[in-house]
Nanobody
Framework: QVQLVESGGGLVQAGGSLRLSCAAS????????MGWFRQAPGKERETVAA????????YYTDSVRGRFTISRDNAKNTVYLQMNSLKPEDTAVYYC???????????????WGQGTQVTVSS
């Protein structure tokens, strides 16, 4: 069982930056792949980024590649999403999730946080 709590969301102007954090409970965090997902009103959930358990491999969806960076600190049971050059279209609720399999599909992630709102104004 893993419990996840996101933080770091908020309101930012276009071109600004935010860093999302996802703190995990439990002693097995380092064995889970982690992902960040987002869902905007009226749109389907989208995979933003993912990282393997060791942190050695990462995935980014095309729209954020070069602007967002996913990282993890297994000693702190935390995964991060650094978001730079934010655009209004990045506005969404962002969720972190944990799974036993590294994947760009949300279906492979079993444990989910409650989400944090990111709003980018133009």
């Amino acid at each position: 069982q893993v419990q996840l709590v996101e933080s770091g969301g908020g309101l930012v102007q276009a071109g600004g930056s935010l860093r999302l954090s996802c703190a995990a409970s439990g002693r097995t965090f380092s064995s889970y792949a982690m992902g960040w997902f987002r869902q905007a009103p009226g749109k389907e959930r989208e995979t933003v980024a993912a990282i393997t358990a060791s942190g050695g491999i990462t995935y980014y969806t095309d729209s954020v590649r070069g602007r967002f960076t996913i990282s993890r600190d297994n000693a702190k049971n935390t995964v991060y999403l650094q978001m730079n050059s934010l655009k209004p279209e990045d506005t969404a609720v962002y969720y972190c999730a944990a799974g036993t399999r590294y994947s760009d599909s949300a279906h492979h992630y079993r444990y989910w946080g409650q989400g944090t709102q990111v709003t980018v104004s133009s």
